[in-house]
């Protein structure tokens, strides 16, 4: 369908809209005239004033609401005297499709490239053209990709896409606007009605009669009416104007394929939900491991250090692209087709012999790259995360974690020994646990667990999976260009106990002086350590997570149920404790899950000394000796500690997080 068509019928489509107002106005119109010719006075007047009150979101709808400005998009303005490569390579490829280039190009913070343009007079007329081109993106794109993705979006353009955009937004936002009118009407309505009856109601208890139950059945019945009119309507103008979104991604892809070549836009394709999945993992494991403890990476690094984690873990990314193309649900409301779907069509057409060369980095074709992924880094940040305290990569892993660590201890501290505030805590990571992939945890397993699907590997599963911890878990400080905070969410993941259960309090519990008992040094570590050898473990074990089975289970049964929870939560006490004597050491990995690295010879010993701790016949003199600077300080001496490599202390292993959507270019 040519441009004249489609702006046929998005012209269409919107007139459509203030023809329904105007059928539903004389509607009104029609009943108020019945109702003056056939109705007494006082009746007429109600219809009157009824109709006026529906006729105003209508004429509101029609007349008086104009569409909203674009919200700026967070990122850095770049011209010819900044960026001269990036420049001309939008040029040259504008001229190739046929087009006018874009007047600005902005630098974002982004796993996407986009297109707009400010038209005017419902897009008849063109005006300024943005490019926007995220550092991430870029960051894992070969240049030759890039120019894919640029001729993409070059297409949107020649197509006059952005331009009947245009037409079609101000459809959806004036459909959208009074239904939303009608619905916040009847909402006020009923709640009106509800304080009426309930007032009403109360008065009659007061009086010591029997109050009717509150009905409001009925109320703004008319505003919902005029919603589901609106809502019907909205529903059919969405599905025609998206289905010409999607045929318009299809036509770009094809723009893409005869400027860049079939295979280098196949491959760009294929590229986007690898780096979008590698980048959420990067993003929540290793950018924002700090943000909780009020630190993050170097300038620059917060967007740079994606080029760390890309080429320390090239296999597993070079096994995701090998991987099937991810699933997607289909549906009318859909403006982008499935990505297996626009790369199925665009690897049919013939081959063209460009083969897609992915030798050079598309960020070769910045000035400076450093001093750019500093810039860009400024710009996208929120005010609060740029006044966070910088440290540099080993530095800000060793101290967030040794924070997270902490905080864990804690809870399964006060868990245990049944001080205030620690009911909500588990064995496998709660409340501020670095293990759970919660936020910002970088690693899989906290202290050394390996990670699901491999050591340290972003992805669970193999290839093609998205990354671990993906969009659910969040993002402190990023600003996403919509008002929000950045991506995702929200959303960490919670604590699992080993049985998933709920935390159960007091019953069997042991009194906190008895858990107190003298002998066992500071500390939760050496309060716990002393209630174990008074004979309290498997009554403070009554207060793990339990799940219906294991609270059911006596004897041998409910001891093997929360060993494994006292076991995991007792090397998290180790791991701090190591920390807080400074024996220990966080140690930065870019292809594999942090490892916490203890005094040489600990790695091995430690394991026996955890197990005979919960033992049927508990033992904690092992632990004791190991961590003997607590107990029975040493003369001062260096400490040997075992090289980087060496087994880490053991923590419970993290449950999989839910897995990130993939996301294409515009």
Same mark, same amino acid.
């Given at each position: 369908?040519?441009?004249?068509?489609?702006?046929?019928?998005?012209?269409?489509?919107?007139?459509?809209?203030?023809?329904?107002?105007?059928?539903?106005?004389?509607?009104?119109?029609?009943?108020?005239?019945?109702?003056?010719?056939?109705?007494?006075?006082?009746?007429?007047?109600?219809?009157?004033?009824?109709?006026?009150?529906?006729?105003?979101?209508?004429?509101?709808?029609?007349?008086?609401?104009?569409?909203?400005? /674009?919200?700026?998009?967070?990122?850095?303005?770049? /011209?010819?005297?900044?960026?001269?490569?990036?420049?001309?390579?939008?040029?040259?490829?504008?001229?190739?499709?046929?087009?006018?280039?874009?007047?600005?190009?902005?630098?974002?913070?982004?796993?996407?490239?986009?297109?707009?343009?400010?038209?005017?007079?419902?897009?008849?007329?063109?005006?300024?053209?943005?490019?926007?081109?995220?550092?991430?993106?870029?960051?894992?794109?070969?240049?030759?990709?890039?120019?894919?993705?640029?001729?993409?979006?070059?297409?949107?353009?020649?197509?006059?896409?952005?331009?009947?955009?245009?037409?079609?937004?101000?459809?959806?936002?004036?459909?959208?606007?009074?239904?939303?009118?009608?619905?916040?009407?009847?909402?006020?309505?009923?709640?009106?009605?509800?304080?009426?009856?309930?007032?009403?109601?109360?008065?009659?208890?007061?009086?010591?009669?029997?109050?009717?139950?509150?009905?409001?059945?009925?109320?703004?019945?008319?505003?919902?009416?005029?919603?589901?009119?609106?809502?019907?309507?909205?529903?059919?103008?969405?599905?025609?104007?998206?289905?010409?979104?999607?045929?318009?991604?299809?036509?770009?892809?094809?723009?893409?394929?005869?400027?860049?070549?079939?295979?280098?836009?196949?491959?760009?394709?294929?590229?986007?939900?690898?780096?979008?999945?590698?980048?959420?993992?990067?993003?929540?494991?290793?950018?924002?491991?700090?943000?909780?403890?009020?630190?993050?990476?170097?300038?620059?690094?917060?967007?740079?250090?994606?080029?760390?984690?890309?080429?320390?873990?090239?296999?597993?990314?070079?096994?995701?692209?090998?991987?099937?193309?991810?699933?997607?649900?289909?549906?009318?409301?859909?403006?982008?087709?499935?990505?297996?779907?626009?790369?199925?069509?665009?690897?049919?057409?013939?081959?063209?012999?460009?083969?897609?060369?992915?030798?050079?980095?598309?960020?070769?074709?910045?000035?400076?790259?450093?001093?750019?992924?500093?810039?860009?880094?400024?710009?996208?940040?929120?005010?609060?995360?740029?006044?966070?305290?910088?440290?540099?990569?080993?530095?800000?892993?060793?101290?967030?974690?040794?924070?997270?660590?902490?905080?864990?201890?804690?809870?399964?501290?006060?868990?245990?020994?049944?001080?205030?505030?620690?009911?909500?805590?588990?064995?496998?990571?709660?409340?501020?646990?670095?293990?759970?992939?919660?936020?910002?945890?970088?690693?899989?397993?906290?202290?050394?667990?390996?990670?699901?699907?491999?050591?340290?590997?972003?992805?669970?599963?193999?290839?093609?999976?998205?990354?671990?911890?993906?969009?659910?878990?969040?993002?402190?400080?990023?600003?996403?260009?919509?008002?929000?905070?950045?991506?995702?969410?929200?959303?960490?993941?919670?604590?699992?106990?080993?049985?998933?259960?709920?935390?159960?309090?007091?019953?069997?519990?042991?009194?906190?002086?008895?858990?107190?008992?003298?002998?066992?040094?500071?500390?939760?570590?050496?309060?716990?350590?002393?209630?174990?050898?008074?004979?309290?473990?498997?009554?403070?074990?009554?207060?793990?997570?339990?799940?219906?089975?294991?609270?059911?289970?006596?004897?041998?049964?409910?001891?093997?149920?929360?060993?494994?929870?006292?076991?995991?939560?007792?090397?998290?006490?180790?791991?701090?404790?190591?920390?807080?004597?400074?024996?220990?050491?966080?140690?930065?990995?870019?292809?594999?899950?942090?490892?916490?690295?203890?005094?040489?010879?600990?790695?091995?010993?430690?394991?026996?000394?955890?197990?005979?701790?919960?033992?049927?016949?508990?033992?904690?003199?092992?632990?004791?000796?190991?961590?003997?600077?607590?107990?029975?300080?040493?003369?001062?001496?260096?400490?040997?500690?075992?090289?980087?490599?060496?087994?880490?202390?053991?923590?419970?292993?993290?449950?999989?997080?839910?897995?990130?959507?993939?996301?294409?270019?515009?």
């Amino acid at each position: 369908m040519g441009p004249t068509l489609r702006a046929t019928r998005a012209l269409v489509l919107l007139a459509g809209f203030y023809l329904l107002g105007l059928v539903l106005l004389a509607a009104l119109a029609a009943v108020d005239w019945a109702a003056a010719v056939h109705t007494p006075g006082p009746f007429a007047l109600k219809v009157f004033l009824v109709s006026a009150v529906l006729a105003v979101p209508i004429v509101r709808g029609m007349f008086m609401l104009r569409t909203p400005a /674009d919200e700026d998009m967070p990122g850095v303005r770049v /011209d010819d005297s900044h960026e001269p490569r990036l420049w001309q390579t939008v040029r040259d490829i504008a001229q190739q499709v046929g087009t006018r280039a874009p007047d600005e190009i902005l630098l974002t913070g982004d796993v996407n490239a986009t297109v707009s343009e400010d038209a005017r007079f419902l897009g008849l007329v063109g005006g300024t053209r943005r490019l926007h081109i995220g550092l991430p993106l870029m960051t894992g794109l070969s240049e030759t990709q890039l120019r894919a993705v640029l001729a993409h979006e070059m297409g949107h353009y020649g197509n006059a896409d952005t331009r009947l955009s245009a037409i079609s937004e101000r459809g959806r936002v004036h459909v959208l606007r009074t239904i939303v009118h009608f619905e916040a009407r009847a909402g006020a309505k009923v709640s009106k009605e509800r304080a009426r009856q309930e007032k009403k109601a109360a008065a009659a208890l007061a009086k010591g009669r029997k109050a009717r139950e509150v009905d409001t059945t009925g109320t703004g019945i008319t505003y919902r009416a005029m919603a589901r009119l609106y809502t019907a309507y909205g529903k059919f103008y969405l599905r025609a104007t998206l289905s010409g979104s999607r045929r318009a991604e299809f036509a770009a892809d094809i723009a893409a394929a005869r400027i860049a070549g079939r295979d280098a836009t196949a491959s760009a394709l294929r590229e986007i939900p690898v780096i979008d999945a590698a980048h959420d993992f990067y993003l929540n494991r290793y950018a924002t491991l700090g943000a909780d403890a009020g630190l993050l990476p170097p300038p620059g690094e917060f967007l740079g250090g994606f080029r760390h984690l890309l080429a320390a873990r090239h296999e597993e990314v070079d096994a995701m692209r090998g991987g099937p193309l991810p699933t997607e649900p289909v549906s009318p409301y859909d403006s982008h087709p499935p990505i297996a779907e626009r790369v199925a069509r665009i690897e049919a057409l013939p081959d063209d012999g460009r083969a897609s060369d992915p030798a050079r980095p598309s960020l070769s074709l910045l000035a400076d790259t450093e001093r750019t992924l500093a810039t860009v880094e400024e710009a996208v940040l929120t005010p609060a995360a740029l006044g966070l305290r910088r440290l540099d990569w080993p530095e800000l892993v060793h101290a967030a974690m040794s924070v997270h660590t902490e905080e864990s201890a804690q809870c399964f501290g006060a868990l245990m020994l049944g001080a205030e505030g620690g009911g909500d805590a588990s064995a496998e990571g709660g409340a501020g646990t670095p293990v759970e992939g919660g936020a910002g945890a970088p690693v899989e397993g906290g202290a050394g667990a390996p990670a699901e699907g491999g050591a340290g590997t972003p992805v669970e599963g193999g290839a093609g999976a998205p990354a671990e911890g993906g969009d659910g878990a969040p993002r402190p400080g990023v600003d996403d260009g919509a008002g929000r905070p950045g991506h995702g969410a929200e959303n960490g993941t919670p604590g699992h106990g080993a049985e998933n259960g709920t935390p159960e309090h007091g019953g069997h519990g042991t009194p906190r002086s008895e858990l107190e008992g003298s002998g066992g040094g500071g500390g939760p570590l050496g309060a716990v350590l002393d209630a174990i050898d008074a004979g309290a473990l498997w009554r403070m074990a009554e207060r793990l997570p339990r799940s219906e089975v294991a609270a059911a289970a006596t004897g041998r049964a409910a001891r093997e149920f929360a060993r494994p929870q006292l076991r995991a939560g007792l090397s998290q006490l180790v791991s701090a404790e190591y920390l807080r004597q400074g024996r220990a050491r966080w140690q930065l990995s870019w292809t594999e899950s942090a490892a916490l690295e203890l005094p040489y010879g600990h790695a091995d010993e430690l394991p026996d000394a955890l197990e005979a701790a919960v033992a049927d016949r508990p033992d904690t003199e092992p632990l004791r000796a190991l961590l003997a600077p607590v107990y029975a300080p040493e003369a001062p001496g260096p400490v040997e500690t075992q090289p980087p490599g060496s087994a880490p202390a053991p923590t419970p292993t993290p449950a999989t997080a839910p897995t990130p959507a993939p996301s294409s270019t515009a």
